[in-house]
C-alpha cells in the first residue's frame, strides 16, 4: 500500500516465527482473551451484578427455610394445644361420676349437668330422646391403653 494513508505493506522476512510460536498455546481455553481473530469476545463480569444475584438467592433460600421453621413451630403450637385440651379432658373424666369401670378402647360420652358436675356415660348425646341428664354435651372419649382419654368429638 502506498503512503498516502491507505496503510504499509508488511515485511513477510521480518516476521520472527520463533516469537509467533511462543505466542500460541496447547490449551487456548485457558487463555484470558481469544488466541484468533474468530474468537469470542471474552468480557469480564460485572462482579456487583454477580453479588447482587448471588445475595437475592441466599435471600430467596433463607426466607424458605424460615417459613418451614414457622410452619413446624405452628405445627407444634398446634399438638401443644391438642395435648392441653386433652389433660383437661382427661382431668374431668376422672373427676366425673361414673356407675360403671371403663374398659380400654371403649367409646364414652362426658356432660356437664345442670349443678356444674360432670358425668361419663354410655349413651351418646343422640340416643338420650327428651330426657337429658345433662346441661350440656362436652366431649366424646375413648379410654387408651396408658389410661389417657382420645378426645374424639368436641
Known amino acids: ?3 498516502s494513508g ?11 516465527l520463533d516469537r509467533m510460536r511462543e505466542m500460541t498455546t496447547d490449551s487456548p481455553g485457558s487463555l ?3 488466541h484468533t481473530v474468530g ?9 456487583g451484578k454477580l453479588k447482587g444475584r448471588a445475595v437475592a438467592a441466599m435471600h430467596e433460600q433463607t426466607e424458605m427455610q424460615v417459613k418451614q421453621i414457622y410452619d413446624q413451630m405452628k405445627l407444634l403450637a398446634e399438638q401443644v394445644n391438642t395435648i392441653k385440651k386433652r389433660v383437661e ?19 364414652y360420652y362426658l356432660y356437664e ?8 356415660s354410655l349413651v351418646g348425646p343422640k340416643e338420650w330422646g327428651r330426657s337429658k341428664p345433662f346441661e350440656r354435651f362436652i366431649s366424646t372419649v375413648k379410654l387408651l391403653a396408658d389410661h389417657t382419654w382420645e378426645i374424639l368429638e368436641d
Open 39 to 47: 474468537g469470542a469476545v471474552i468480557k469480564p463480569e460485572d462482579k
Open 89 to 107: 379432658i382427661s382431668e374431668r373424666v376422672y373427676q366425673a361420676k361414673m356407675s360403671f369401670e371403663p374398659l380400654i378402647g371403649k367409646v
Open 32 to 34: 484470558q482473551f481469544p
Open 6 to 16: 491507505k496503510g504499509t505493506k508488511i515485511d513477510l522476512d521480518q516476521i520472527d
Open 113 to 120: 349437668r345442670e349443678d356444674g358436675s360432670d358425668l361419663l
Open 1 to 3: 500500500m502506498s503512503e
